[in-house]
């Protein structure tokens, strides 16, 4: 070692310099509206979801539909329900949603993310459960684009040798 700590306050100063990184991080503050809703934007394929939560009953609305109406399979709607479940505030908070572009499954999908990430701004606490269970990451997977000179994405058209 060439260079060595040769007394006490070198060491303070070396120890020092390590908690400064570590007092910097603050807690996370919760972001909500005026009227006390916190709002996200969800993503899925090519679905879009603005997901709005506020405290009451449970309610989820989506596109002016009562989630029951709207997302009419069970798996569906069960994906919606994850979150809550994930974070044990089931029946706590009513959600107000818009989705646009794809088809149901993505919109499920968008939904979901939203509602994750909205219940993470409303209660910071709730951040670490929603992380890992995998709710705010973006689900990135998308439909790969069809190719010249194949019938689809990558399949080929039928080999004839005559």
Known sequence: MSEE????????????????VVEIAAPREPVRDE?????????RKDAVAR??????????????KEMNAYFARPVLQ?????????????????VMATVKGGG???Q?????????KALQLYDPALRGALKAAGFLTRDSRVVERKKYGKRKARRSFQFSKR
């Open 5 to 20: 700590i040769k007394s006490l306050g070198d060491l303070e100063s070396v120890a020092g310099g390590a908690e400064a």
């Open 35 to 43: 009227l006390g809703r916190s709002y996200a934007t969800g993503k």
């Open 51 to 64: 997901v709005w939560i506020k405290p009451g009953s449970g309610k989820v609305t989506v596109n002016g």
């Open 78 to 94: 069960m994906i919606l329900r994850q979150p809550f479940q994930v974070a044990g505030v089931e029946d706590q908070f009513d």
């Open 104 to 106: 149901l499954s993505g």
């Open 108 to 116: 499920a999908g968008a939904v979901k993310h939203g509602i994750s």
